[in-house]
């Protein structure tokens, strides 16, 4: 590698951080998906020769965890409610927003264990609120993780339903196979992603709730 693409100067045209290689990163998935998120497509955004990027991100992985960093950065973590459990929720409900700002925001994600500044700085403040609500560490780090579990699941769920052109459950019903199946099918194919979320979020924090109490 020479001096000039070490320095991230493309032939003393093109002098550019990690922050730019991960902002055209970002542009490519969300024009196009993360499919076609590579360290070549984002040099060829840039304009840039693969050298370039590569000193920033030195594989496509790499790359990919710091668009998720990225993307955990875009939350907000001021203005939040004075009740841990509020807190919690009010978190979670900011960073599916952040995760549903990109195309396949939620899919890049968990595919991802991006242990960088963004991220653990957005993991930080929801495991305070946790532990200030009386939790125990590991019930705190646990309930953190199920919280980011149903975040990731149900966005990923809701972003590759809206490249879905058609819904397949109700035909696969109509046999009779699947009595309980049919039973709830009105709300099986009940799209409202984030009345969805809420309730989900609700059992998780009820839970919670009721094994404080417990002591």
Do not use: C
């Amino acid at each position: 590698m020479t001096k000039d693409q070490a320095s991230g100067n493309d032939g003393g045209r093109t002098k550019l951080g990690p922050e730019a290689v991960v902002r055209a990163a970002l542009g490519l998935l969300d024009e196009r998906g993360t499919d076609a998120v590579s360290v070549r497509g984002t040099a060829d955004r840039l304009g840039v020769r693969m050298n370039t990027v590569l000193w920033h991100a030195k594989t496509k992985s790499r790359l990919l965890e710091l668009m998720a960093d990225a993307i955990a950065a875009e939350v907000p973590l001021d203005g939040l409610p004075d009740d841990w459990a509020e807190r919690v929720r009010e978190l979670a409900h900011r960073y599916r927003a952040a995760l549903l700002a990109h195309r396949d925001g939620a899919a890049l994600v968990t595919g991802t264990y991006a242990a960088e500044p963004g991220t653990l700085r957005f993991a930080d403040t929801m495991l305070e609120a946790l532990l200030r609500g009386g939790l125990k560490e590991r019930d705190a780090a646990w309930a953190l993780w199920t919280v980011l579990y149903l975040t990731l699941a149900l966005t990923q769920e809701e972003q590759a339903l809206q490249s879905q052109t058609e819904h397949t459950l109700s035909a696969a019903l109509s046999t009779g196979a699947y009595p309980s199946l049919q039973r709830v099918a009105p709300y099986m194919e009940d799209i409202d992603f984030a009345e969805r979320f809420d309730f989900g979020l609700s059992l998780i924090l009820d839970s919670l709730k009721d094994s404080l109490k417990r002591g």
